[in-house]
């Protein structure tokens, strides 16, 4: 349920609604509108059935939310949610640029990646610490060792680190290294994981899993968002029967996405294809159908990676695709695009 208050409500009236509201055993929301506040109710509606909330002070009216995930649900929440990470705008008018190599390999290979990924614009340096691999016997990670060498990556170039957490033992160290902390795919739906790092005070990426349906994903999101607002949808492709590519990505995702709920979605062509090839026309798709941003590998030398070095980016092409991504991002902007169409 959300209460809409009126605009000309009073913080008494507001703090009222919210006593009301928790006295029933329930949790509440306060969030700006564009003129007015709303108050967004957590929890069984049917506790509030004996109080008369139309009727209190304040109060325009009270509409129930019909999505199971309330907090991450657009119902909830109308406007979009811009995420801010030091200064670097998730969900606002430029593309936020995730990129770097699959693993940290070295300090040398990072910082080479860094420099490449900095030179093409991007804002955020992505690399593996902790590796979840298929095969136990593949390369698991440099672990605290390689977060060591991502914060010193920043401090060298000024790019914000994002990096997967794994574990809930592993929530702690990450979170001291890293800005964001992301959920891969296969940990989507590792609930107990997700509700720990929701209470790590740093924004968290939530990739889709791998044959997640949308509802699925957005309700996994709504386990971290009971502690922390500051959720990034990322879609990286999901199962199907096709072979060609790594995955199937589904760039309807980010229509979708951007009707359900407010939160930003970034889009992995790399991990959507699997085939470098194809990162520079999947990532233009993804930023003309309104992605918030992008996340790619970048390698200084694919050959020799340690992991995807099939779907990771030269500099050369990453250079060339960056180029045209921010021409796409100017075009849609300067033309006033929106190519999502929200009832």
Same mark, same amino acid.
């Given at each position: ?13 507001? @703090?009222? @609604? ?11 929301k306060i969030m700006e509108?564009?003129?007015?506040? *709303? *108050?967004?109710?957590?929890?069984? /509606?049917? /506790? ?22 309330? &907090? ?31 693993? @940290? ?10 420099? *490449? ?13 902790? /590796?979840?691999? !298929? ?10 060792? =390689? ?15 994002? !990096?997967?957490?794994?574990? @809930? ?7 001291? $290294? ?5 959920? =891969? ?6 609930? =107990? &994981? ?8 740093k924004p968290v990426m ?16 709504? $386990? ?12 990286? =492709? ?10 199937? &990505? ?24 699997? #085939?470098?090839?194809?990162? #520079? ?36 092409? $990453? ?20 190519? *999502?169409?929200?009832?």
């Open positions: 349920m959300v209460i809409i208050m009126r605009p000309e409500a009073t913080l008494e009236n507001i @703090v009222e @609604v919210t006593r009301v509201v928790e006295a029933a055993g329930l949790q509440a509108g564009a003129q007015q506040k *709303i *108050i967004g109710v957590i929890g069984d /509606k049917t /506790k509030l059935v004996s109080v008369a909330i139309d009727a209190l002070p304040g109060v325009e009216n009270s509409v129930a939310i019909s999505k199971s995930y309330k &907090l991450a649900s657009r119902e909830f929440h109308p406007q979009n949610t811009v995420i801010d990470v030091g200064g670097v705008k998730i969900g606002g008018d430029e593309p936020a640029i995730m990129a770097g190599p699959c693993a @940290v390999e070295s300090r040398e290979q990072l910082f080479a990646a860094a420099d *490449i990924v900095k030179a093409g614009g991007a804002q955020f340096l992505r690399g593996g610490a902790y /590796k979840p691999r !298929t095969s136990p016997y593949s390369f698991q990670g440099l672990e605290v060792e =390689g977060l060591k060498y991502l914060a010193e990556a920043r401090e060298r170039t000024g790019l914000k680190v994002i !990096t997967e957490v794994t574990t @809930v033992e592993g929530i702690a160290p990450v979170a001291e $290294y890293s800005d964001i902390l992301q959920i =891969g795919a296969r940990n989507m739906q590792n609930f =107990g &994981l997700l509700k720990e790092v929701g209470k790590c005070g939530l990739k889709r899993g791998l044959a997640a349906t949308i509802d699925e994903w957005l309700n996994a999101a709504e $386990y971290i968002m009971n502690d922390n607002p500051n959720v990034i949808l990322c879609e990286r =492709g999901i199962r199907t029967y096709e072979t060609y590519t790594r995955n199937t &990505l589904d760039l309807s995702a980010v229509a979708a996405v951007k009707h359900l709920s407010h939160l930003p979605i970034i889009v992995d062509p790399s991990h959507g294809t699997g #085939k470098w090839r194809m990162i #520079k026309p999947m990532a233009f798709a993804a930023i003309a159908a309104g992605a918030d941003g992008l996340m790619m590998e970048v390698h200084p030398n694919p050959a020799k990676a340690l992991s995807d070095g099939s779907q990771s980016l030269t500099q050369e092409h $990453y250079l060339d695709l960056m180029n045209g991504v921010k021409k796409i991002a100017k075009f849609m902007k300067d033309e006033n695009l929106n190519p *999502i169409v929200i009832d």
